[in-house]
């Protein structure tokens, strides 16, 4: 957050962190020449909770890692972790039961020619977690394979006669966005006991379905608030220090447009994307001819190297940001002009960032004709989605074109209006995606009346994890009366 860069700022905000979490029921904290009491929970003696937690893609791992340090953090008991992650969830203490690429597929007519390896992947998936014994099973997006990892255990434990754990799934999925998905929703509440929603209206949605729901926020939130907050725009060009910092370290000049690509974290995205980015940036280069393009990859993997394979031989150089972090990433924001997104996270990411982008997308044919078919929304992009209006240009399907594209991307680079028209809704869409107060961990409400604690815990990732000790809590009750 904004607060930990500031000077002192991150000495405070540890110490926050130690005061929220330690093992003492009440404890003091210093801020400001003021002092604040907050309540925390004396850990059990010996106590241990066990958490099996799946994540299927590389924003999956990045939100679960901020849980699992979030829950650490806030639980009165120890924690073991289990399941299966990528090298981010790795890092918080657990060993993935196989690569997480190996269940990063999206689509209808994609998933065929993984359809038996993704099978298989999932009985091992849930063998493990019934050897486990978790306490708490908690899965992070992907909805595929998240939801049929809960109906295997579920379906374990009835066969032993035993009750299942409690389920949580962690990015309610957008049945919102399909004709029929109330149906879908409605089934839910067999094998999932709770759904973490990121998107202000979907808790509703959801408990209206018979789902137990929360709003917790979105997890982007804690990637980009900093960096909106660092950057200015006069004639399209960025005055942001972390921008200039990052042109300086790699050798761009500081007067050259430069473009963001962002194809995507999935090898299929990849691979479809790339030839038609391509595409574009040899057409933008005839009208913008100090065009330069910085890409980030994802963490380590096939998909990393399939990236690096398929711009070495681009006619426009290409810098790449071979697993890049969130860090990374958001210098590049800051340095750009301009980014051109895949749609998905990465759109949202770009415009929290106050960086005027385009968002494109293209799968196989008849994906694309289920989609047409069966969606309710007008449009794709997240921004778009919460503001109803199309700020994010939006080259989709048989419209995504390198002459589409391009002819979006002129207009966001040149266009100070609709550059403007994109960062004037940075604030609100923010606004939309922040967890209301009421949804803040209980022991930290006396604080709310200081900015500084009040957003720190109203994260995601901390609310999340309140919501799912509250659960845990309940259900332990639940078990022993």
Same mark, same amino acid.
């Given at each position: 957050?904004?607060?930990?860069?500031?000077?002192?700022?991150?000495?405070?905000?540890?110490?926050?962190?130690?005061?929220?979490?330690?093992?003492?029921?009440?404890?003091?904290?210093?801020?400001?020449?003021?002092?604040?009491?907050?309540?925390?929970?004396?850990?059990?003696?010996?106590?241990?909770?066990?958490?099996?937690?799946?994540?299927?893609?590389?924003?999956?791992?990045?939100?679960?890692?901020?849980?699992?340090?979030?829950?650490?953090?806030?639980?009165?008991?120890?924690?073991?972790?289990?399941?299966?992650?990528?090298?981010?969830?790795?890092?918080?203490?657990?060993? #993935?039961?196989?690569?997480?690429?190996?269940?990063?597929?999206?689509?209808?007519?994609?998933?065929?020619?993984? #359809?038996?390896?993704?099978?298989?992947?999932?009985?091992?998936?849930? #063998?493990?977690?019934?050897?486990?014994?978790?306490?708490?099973?908690?899965?992070?997006?992907?909805?595929?394979?998240?939801?049929?990892?809960?109906?295997?255990?579920?379906?374990?434990?009835?066969?032993?006669?035993?009750?299942?754990?409690?389920?949580?799934?962690?990015?309610?999925?957008?049945?919102?966005?399909?004709?029929?998905?109330?149906?879908?929703?409605?089934?839910?509440?067999?094998?999932?006991?709770?759904?973490?929603?990121?998107?202000?209206?979907?808790?509703?949605?959801?408990?209206?379905?018979?789902?137990?729901?929360?709003?917790?926020?979105?997890?982007?939130?804690?990637?980009?608030?900093?960096?909106?907050?660092?950057?200015?725009?006069?004639?399209?060009?960025?005055?942001?220090?972390?921008?200039?910092?990052?042109?300086?370290?790699?050798?761009?000049?500081?007067?050259?447009?430069?473009?963001?690509?962002?194809?995507?974290?999935?090898?299929?995205?990849?691979?479809?994307?790339?030839?038609?980015?391509?595409?574009?940036?040899?057409?933008?280069?005839?009208?913008?001819?100090?065009?330069?393009?910085?890409?980030?990859?994802?963490?380590?993997?096939?998909?990393?190297?399939?990236?690096?394979?398929?711009?070495?031989?681009?006619?426009?150089?290409?810098?790449?940001?071979?697993?890049?972090?969130?860090?990374?990433?958001?210098?590049?924001?800051?340095?750009?002009?301009?980014?051109?997104?895949?749609?998905?996270?990465?759109?949202?990411?770009?415009?929290?960032?106050?960086?005027?982008?385009?968002?494109?997308?293209?799968?196989?044919?008849?994906?694309?004709?289920?989609?047409?078919?069966?969606?309710?929304?007008?449009?794709?992009?997240?921004?778009?989605?919460?503001?109803?209006?199309?700020?994010?240009?939006?080259?989709?399907?048989?419209?995504?074109?390198?002459?589409?594209?391009?002819?979006?991307?002129?207009?966001?680079?040149?266009?100070?209006?609709?550059?403007?028209?994109?960062?004037?809704?940075?604030?609100?869409?923010?606004?939309?995606?922040?967890?209301?107060?009421?949804?803040?961990?209980?022991?930290?409400?006396?604080?709310?009346?200081?900015?500084?604690?009040?957003?720190?815990?109203?994260?995601?990732?901390?609310?999340?994890?309140?919501?799912?000790?509250?659960?845990?809590?309940?259900?332990?009750?639940?078990?022993?009366?």
């Amino acid at each position: 957050m904004r607060w930990w860069f500031i000077p002192g700022g991150k000495q405070k905000l540890l110490a926050a962190w130690k005061c929220f979490c330690g093992d003492a029921v009440q404890q003091t904290f210093h801020f400001k020449g003021s002092t604040r009491h907050i309540s925390t929970l004396s850990p059990r003696a010996g106590s241990t909770c066990r958490v099996f937690i799946v994540a299927g893609e590389s924003s999956g791992d990045a939100i679960g890692s901020r849980l699992m340090a979030s829950l650490r953090y806030l639980s009165p008991q120890t924690l073991e972790f289990a399941g299966v992650g990528g090298p981010l969830m790795e890092k918080e203490g657990f060993h #993935s039961e196989f690569p997480m690429e190996d269940i990063s597929v999206m689509g209808l007519v994609e998933l065929i020619p993984h #359809s038996f390896r993704l099978w298989r992947r999932l009985r091992e998936t849930v #063998s493990a977690a019934v050897t486990f014994k978790p306490d708490l099973v908690i899965t992070v997006d992907s909805k595929g394979f998240s939801f049929r990892v809960h109906r295997g255990i579920t379906e374990a434990y009835a066969a032993e006669g035993r009750p299942r754990p409690l389920a949580v799934h962690y990015v309610a999925p957008s049945f919102w966005g399909w004709k029929g998905g109330e149906q879908k929703l409605k089934g839910l509440s067999k094998i999932v006991d709770h759904l973490l929603c990121i998107l202000p209206f979907e808790d509703a949605i959801c408990r209206a379905s018979g789902v137990g729901a929360t709003f917790v926020g979105h997890p982007v939130l804690e990637e980009a608030s900093v960096v909106s907050a660092d950057r200015e725009f006069q004639n399209g060009s960025s005055r942001s220090s972390r921008g200039v910092r990052f042109r300086k370290q790699y050798g761009l000049e500081t007067g050259c447009t430069l473009l963001s690509v962002l194809p995507g974290s999935r090898l299929q995205e990849v691979q479809r994307m790339l030839p038609i980015f391509e595409e574009a940036v040899n057409l933008l280069q005839k009208s913008v001819t100090d065009l330069k393009v910085v890409m980030p990859t994802p963490q380590l993997g096939l998909v990393s190297r399939r990236v690096e394979e398929l711009v070495a031989h681009w006619r426009v150089p290409v810098l790449v940001l071979p697993a890049a972090s969130d860090t990374d990433k958001y210098n590049l924001f800051s340095a750009g002009n301009a980014a051109l997104c895949t749609s998905g996270t990465a759109v949202l990411q770009a415009h929290l960032a106050c960086v005027p982008c385009v968002a494109a997308y293209r799968a196989h044919p008849l994906t694309e004709f289920f989609i047409r078919r069966r969606t309710r929304l007008k449009y794709i992009s997240l921004p778009n989605i919460l503001l109803n209006a199309p700020v994010i240009p939006e080259a989709l399907f048989g419209s995504c074109t390198a002459g589409q594209i391009v002819s979006y991307l002129r207009a966001v680079i040149e266009d100070e209006d609709l550059q403007n028209k994109q960062l004037l809704t940075v604030e609100k869409v923010k606004e939309l995606l922040t967890p209301p107060i009421s949804e803040m961990p209980r022991s930290s409400r006396l604080t709310a009346s200081t900015p500084e604690i009040s957003t720190l815990f109203r994260t995601p990732s901390i609310v999340a994890a309140s919501c799912i000790l509250r659960l845990l809590e309940g259900s332990q009750i639940s078990r022993q009366s």
